[in-house]
């Protein structure tokens, strides 16, 4: 990272993960470790620990049959063969302190083990007082997949279980959405440049959309959708964390500190949410989904406005959407400029209704592009406005579980989410989460409902992102 840590966090020099049969281990833990091995990165003890009466022969198997089919080019055998030589595994019961007992016997001489729990929520309590009874967690960190809990409430308990064993600096929360290549551009370009600080802010910007929307359904975990919805699962984290690198004030140093303080300001200063700033959709068809409620009222798309009451951004309206069984695979952010204070040509006012602009495209195709007006040939004083883009496409990155993993090992706390940001987040859709209208039905293949384009309607439309944008 280009930012200095202030967090003041070891390097690790074990990796322990539980869960390690399951199938985020299996789908992004293995190929993650396979390229940090690759890189020359990771080069300490791996030990996994689950509960499935396995050895370390299945699950040195398991980790090949995971890399074979990440599908990140051939395998290369002899940095396969290293990352087995470096695993160990415990087998046991998480709820029995002989589980525990195995597990300091496998770390040796490590003293700051990092422990990822890929594992239910519903667990962390369970693991974390068995690493506290063991006297596993002196010097050591803890990794937490999210979610961060489901509301205000439980996030506040889910943090003090951790912060029992753990302090804060030793705590990195996982969201793999924060290891984007595409997602970390979003800081580097807003404060490596200066032409943008000018213009962004309320007195230019007339609005920002975000969204985030697929094409695939919930493919059969129709149940684990059932106890998230959209809100919890998607526009509440990933979409909060894009408003936060766009909205936050330029960090007061350069350090992990001061941009998880930025972050945290822009977090606190959103208004809480009312039933009037949220639109819910559910594709039809989904109640046919296995695991799902005959009745269920689950949100799979939602749409919200939001106003940040900060000097930067007071009145500028933020407009969120995600779903699923959309029209497009896309993430894309429109930042929204005011047209210019007087109309001097007769096109000033676009047919089209939308000023200049600035694009945001992260997935698929990345790419930046700035919006303007360009006169035609000819002696009329009429035009076009066009794009100008630049395409941002890494070749050979580093995948976000490959990076967050390394960072957290690292120490180096910069892309993880802190413990008052985490509950400022909840706060801000905590009063909507029960308390909201019902989900209107959308077809699978739309933009979704047509009331979320009533809810963007005082300051314009949705911007549909295109499937291949074209550089101009």
């Given at each position: 990272?280009?930012?200095?840590?202030?967090?003041?966090?070891?390097?690790?020099?074990?990796?322990v993960?539980?869960?390690?049969?399951?199938?985020?281990?299996?789908?992004?833990?293995?190929?993650?470790?396979?390229?940090?091995?690759?890189?020359?990165?990771?080069?300490?003890?791996?030990?996994?620990?689950?509960?499935?009466?396995?050895?370390?022969?299945?699950?040195?198997?398991?980790?090949?049959?995971?890399?074979?089919?990440a599908?990140?080019?051939?395998?290369?055998?002899?940095?396969?063969?290293?990352?087995?030589?470096?695993?160990?595994?415990?087998?046991?019961?998480?709820?029995?302190?002989?589980?525990?007992?195995?597990?300091?016997?496998?770390?040796?001489?490590?003293?700051?083990?990092?422990?990822?729990?890929?594992?239910?929520?519903?667990?962390?309590?369970?693991?974390?007082?068995?690493?506290?009874?063991?006297?596993?967690?002196?010097?050591a960190?803890?990794?937490?997949?999210?979610?961060?809990?489901?509301?205000?409430?439980?996030?506040?308990?889910?943090?003090?279980?951790?912060?029992?064993?753990?302090?804060?600096?030793?705590?990195?929360?996982?969201?793999?959405?924060?290891?984007?290549e595409?997602?970390?551009?979003?800081?580097?370009?807003?404060?490596?440049?200066?032409?943008?600080?000018?213009?962004?802010?309320?007195?230019?910007?007339?609005?920002?959309?975000v969204?985030?929307?697929?094409?695939?359904?919930?493919?059969?975990?129709?149940?684990?959708?059932?106890?998230?919805?959209?809100?919890?699962?998607?526009?509440?984290?990933?979409?909060?964390?894009?408003?936060?690198?766009?909205?936050?004030?330029?960090?007061?140093?350069q350090?992990?500190?001061a941009?998880?303080?930025?972050?945290?300001?822009?977090?606190?200063?959103?208004?809480?949410?009312?039933?009037?700033?949220?639109?819910?959709?559910?594709?039809?068809?989904?109640?046919?989904?296995?695991?799902?409620?005959?009745?269920?009222d689950?949100?799979?798309?939602?749409?919200?406005?939001?106003?940040?009451?900060?000097?930067?951004?007071?009145?500028?309206?933020?407009?969120?959407?995600?779903?699923?069984?959309?029209?497009?695979?896309?993430?894309?952010?429109?930042?929204?400029?005011?047209?210019?204070?007087?109309?001097?040509?007769?096109?000033?006012?676009?047919?089209?209704?939308?000023?200049?602009?600035?694009?945001?495209?992260?997935?698929?195709?990345?790419?930046?592009?700035?919006?303007?007006?360009?006169?035609?040939?000819?002696?009329?004083?009429?035009?076009?406005?066009?794009?100008?883009?630049?395409?941002?496409?890494?070749?050979?990155?580093?995948?976000?579980?490959?990076?967050?993993?390394?960072?957290?090992?690292?120490?180096?706390?910069?892309?993880?989410?802190?413990?008052?940001?985490?509950?400022?987040?909840?706060?801000?859709?905590?009063?909507v989460?029960?308390?909201?209208?019902?989900?209107h039905?959308?077809?699978?293949?739309?933009?979704?409902?047509?009331?979320?384009?009533?809810?963007?309607?005082?300051?314009?439309?949705?911007?549909?992102?295109?499937?291949?944008?074209?550089?101009?």
């Open positions: 990272m280009m930012l200095d840590n202030d967090a003041s966090v070891a390097a690790a020099d074990a990796f993960f539980f869960g390690a049969t399951g199938d985020l281990a299996h789908k992004m833990i293995f190929p993650a470790l396979y390229q940090m091995v690759k890189r020359g990165t990771l080069d300490v003890p791996v030990i996994g620990v689950a509960f499935s009466s396995w050895a370390l022969p299945q699950l040195r198997d398991r980790a090949r049959d995971s890399v074979a089919r599908g990140a080019g051939p395998v290369d055998d002899k940095v396969l063969d290293r990352l087995l030589s470096l695993m160990k595994y415990v087998d046991g019961d998480y709820a029995d302190p002989a589980t525990f007992a195995a597990l300091k016997r496998a770390l040796g001489r490590s003293r700051r083990p990092a422990y990822y729990l890929a594992i239910p929520p519903s667990l962390f309590a369970t693991v974390v007082q068995g690493l506290g009874a063991a006297g596993l967690t002196k010097d960190r803890v990794i937490v997949e999210k979610p961060f809990g489901r509301d205000l409430a439980s996030a506040r308990e889910l943090n003090r279980v951790v912060r029992s064993a753990f302090a804060e600096p030793a705590i990195f929360r996982i969201d793999h959405f924060l290891g984007k595409e997602i970390m551009n979003l800081l580097y370009f807003r404060f490596a440049n200066s032409f943008l600080e000018p213009i962004w802010n309320r007195d230019y910007v007339a609005s920002v959309q969204t985030l929307a697929e094409q695939t359904g919930v493919q059969g975990r129709g149940g684990f959708y059932e106890t998230v919805g959209c809100l919890r699962d998607v526009v509440e984290n990933h979409l909060f964390q894009i408003v936060a690198l766009l909205a936050m004030e330029p960090p007061a140093y350090g992990v500190g941009v998880q303080n930025a972050k945290f300001n822009v977090f606190k200063a959103m208004r809480p949410l009312s039933a009037d700033d949220v639109v819910r959709g559910q594709f039809t068809g989904y109640r046919d989904e296995a695991g799902v409620a005959k009745g269920s689950v949100e799979t798309f939602c749409a919200l406005r939001l106003f940040i009451g900060s000097w930067r951004w007071a009145g500028v309206p933020w407009y969120l959407r995600s779903g699923k069984c959309l029209a497009e695979t896309a993430t894309e952010v429109l930042v929204e400029l005011k047209p210019p204070p007087q109309p001097l040509f007769a096109d000033s006012a676009p047919p089209d209704g939308r000023a200049n602009y600035v694009r945001f495209r992260l997935a698929p195709n990345p790419a930046i592009a700035l919006a303007a007006r360009v006169k035609r040939a000819g002696e009329e004083f009429i035009g076009d406005q066009r794009e100008l883009s630049l395409l941002n496409a890494q070749p050979d990155q580093e995948q976000p579980y490959e990076r967050l993993l390394g960072d957290a090992l690292a120490g180096d706390g910069a892309l993880f989410t802190r413990e008052d940001s985490v509950e400022a987040a909840w706060a801000v859709v905590d009063p989460l029960e308390a909201h209208d019902r989900a039905p959308y077809r699978p293949g739309s933009w979704g409902p047509r009331q979320a384009g009533t809810l963007i309607k005082p300051h314009g439309r949705w911007h549909d992102p295109m499937p291949d944008p074209e550089p101009h």
